[in-house]
């Protein structure tokens, strides 16, 4: 089967100009953003994927992906692209990350922040820094006509199912608890509502709610040149911030964020440069 699929890719590189995407999504914000690219795209364990040839695989879960690779390129026959979506998790030792390049030294890597980048060190020929490209607003609320406090992807993280008990008994019907976001349009809808976004596990939303007019609390650093990010580590301060803060100031902020962000996570930019690795891989022949 592993031969029948090099051979049915390599025919498929050199007559199909059309470029199919086997894409593991992130479950974020860069799902949609990715889609937009128009590509040709399947999920893995879709059924149809064998009846359809790949040209790349674009995995977003690292983890999973530096000890699944040699599994993945021999299976399916093709090239691979990373996304390393959040900063190198403190307990990386020096000695971690090399061994991480070395599993993924034939791994083209895209690390979409500055921040995200330095932190990993993996500065190889097959690392990029692209930034995230972030949609234009289409229509946005400013922050002091907003009303809730909401609370991003609770389901996924302990920690944020315990800071919205600790705001809910405080703030009462001010505080949105989302589980889950299904679509980039219910994330908007979201944002539009909330004067202030709370994302434990995505720096992307961070960045996508100030675009869209929301002050942003976090445990990351996301990006040092963004003021209307708030990052804590000590949650127990959180209500004491929340009432401090004065949404005439932070409006004046998002608006700076709005126009740093409108140039440097440029959706345009970001398609690209993404477009641009994309076609290079499909003429380079494949290597596990």
Request: with cysteine; hydrophobic share 35%.
């Amino acid at each position: 089967m592993e031969l029948i699929n090099s051979l049915y890719n390599i025919v498929n590189k050199v007559l199909d100009s059309n470029i199919n995407i086997l894409y593991q999504p992130a479950n974020n914000s860069f799902d949609h953003i990715f889609r937009s690219l128009d590509y040709s795209i399947s999920i893995p364990n879709n059924d149809d994927n064998n009846r359809i040839h790949h040209d790349i695989g674009f995995i977003n879960d690292w983890a999973a992906h530096a000890t699944n690779r040699p599994a993945f390129v021999s299976k399916h026959q093709i090239m691979d692209i990373l996304v390393f979506h959040e900063t190198c998790p403190d307990k990386f030792k020096k000695e971690d990350k090399i061994i991480l390049g070395n599993n993924l030294k034939n791994t083209h890597k895209i690390f979409p922040t500055n921040t995200i980048y330095n932190s990993w060190e993996l500065q190889d020929p097959l690392s990029f820094q692209i930034n995230y490209g972030i949609p234009q607003p289409i229509n946005t609320i400013p922050v002091k006509e907003k009303k809730y406090i909401s609370i991003l992807n609770v389901a996924q993280n302990p920690e944020s199912n315990r800071l919205y008990q600790f705001l809910n008994n405080h703030y009462g019907d001010q505080v949105l608890y989302i589980t889950q976001i299904k679509s980039y349009d219910g994330l908007l809808d979201i944002i539009n509502r909330s004067k202030i976004v709370i994302d434990l596990n995505n720096t992307i939303n961070n960045i996508v709610s100030i675009a869209n007019s929301a002050i942003c609390i976090t445990n990351k650093i996301v990006d040092n040149n963004l003021k209307s990010i708030i990052t804590i580590q000590d949650f127990r301060s959180i209500i004491q911030l929340i009432d401090s803060i004065s949404l005439d100031r932070y409006n004046s902020l998002i608006e700076i964020d709005k126009a740093y962000i409108s140039e440097y996570y440029s959706l345009d930019t970001f398609t690209n440069k993404i477009k641009n690795i994309i076609s290079k891989i499909k003429l380079e022949p494949f290597v596990s």
